[in-house]
Nanobody, 120 residues
C-alpha cells in the first residue's frame, strides 16, 4: 500500500505558474504508472497527465505544452509543473498511483487532493 500526499496548490492569476508535488509513503520506483487528475465543480474527474515507470508521458490535449509531469524516484515524489495557467484549470488536483504488484494484484491509490484556483 502507498499513501499519497499532494501539496503546492493555491490561488494564482491567469498566466501564472504553480508546481504541485505528490509525496509517496514508500518507493515509487516500481509503480507502473503515476498521474495527475483534476475535478472541477460539477464536472467529472479527468486525466491531466500520466507518467510510466519507464518515463513515458501522456497529457490531456487541454494542457499540452503548458504542463509537465515528472517523477523523482529518489525522493519518492511526483510533480506537475503548471505554466500559463488559465481560469479553466481551476479544480482540485489529485495524485494517483496505479499498477499491478508482483502477485498481479491491481492497485489504484489516490491522494486527498489539492485546490488550484486561477483568477482571471
Amino acid at each position: 500500500q502507498v499513501q499519497l500526499v499532494e501539496s503546492g496548490g493555491g490561488l494564482v492569476q491567469a498566466g501564472g505558474s504553480l508546481r504541485l508535488s505528490c509525496a509517496a509513503s514508500r518507493s515509487i520506483f516500481s509503480i507502473n504508472r503515476m498521474g495527475w487528475y483534476r475535478q472541477a465543480p460539477g464536472k467529472q474527474r479527468e486525466l491531466v497527465a500520466i507518467i510510466t515507470s519507464g518515463g513515458t508521458t501522456n497529457y490531456a490535449d487541454s494542457v499540452k505544452g503548458r504542463f509537465t509531469i515528472s517523477r523523482d524516484n529518489v525522493k519518492n515524489t511526483l510533480y506537475l509543473q503548471m505554466n500559463s495557467l488559465k481560469p479553466e484549470d481551476t479544480a482540485v488536483y489529485y495524485c494517483n498511483a496505479f499498477g499491478f504488484d508482483q502477485n498481479l494484484r491491481r492497485y489504484d491509490y489516490w491522494g486527498q487532493g489539492t485546490q488550484v484556483t486561477v483568477s482571471s
